[in-house]
């Protein structure tokens, strides 16, 4: 059974960083993608980067592209998100998700199996 399990949100100031962390288990097959999304209060929950199982390929949304770098951390089994110069507007609970079978993501409805997500808060 796959899990997915998040860590290392919290609450940071405007322009802080913060690592989130994704850990993987009961994946049978090399071949998946993992993408990293977020839902803010009121609204639907939108993608955020994608990144292949080979780590080969590697995908943002346009307001973070500059920001945020995910990678593989392999002998950890782990997926992370690095984000950089934070904004008040990248408040959300933002959750990790799996597509297998495929170097790609989907959209919220399209991807296979989900963590429970870990807060993020950025205000002064």
């Known amino acids: 059974q796959l899990q997915l399990v998040e860590s290392g949100g919290g609450s940071v100031q405007p322009g802080g960083s913060l690592i989130l962390s994704c850990s993987l288990s009961?994946?049978?097959?090399?071949?998946?993608?993992i993408g990293w999304f977020r839902q803010a209060p009121g609204k639907e929950r939108e993608w955020v980067s994608c990144i292949s199982s080979s780590g080969g390929t590697i995908t943002y949304r346009d307001s973070v592209k500059d920001r945020f770098a995910t990678g593989l951390d392999n002998p950890k089994n782990t997926v992370f998100l690095r984000m950089n110069s934070l904004k008040p507007e990248d408040t959300a609970v933002y959750y990790c998700?799996?597509?297998?079978?495929?170097?790609?993501?989907?959209?919220?409805?399209?991807?296979?199996?989900w963590g429970k997500g870990t807060l993020v808060t950025v205000s002064s």
């Open positions: 009961g994946f049978t097959s090399d071949y998946y993608a």
């Open positions: 998700a799996a597509k297998l079978s495929s170097i790609y993501c989907r959209g919220p409805d399209g991807m296979d199996s």
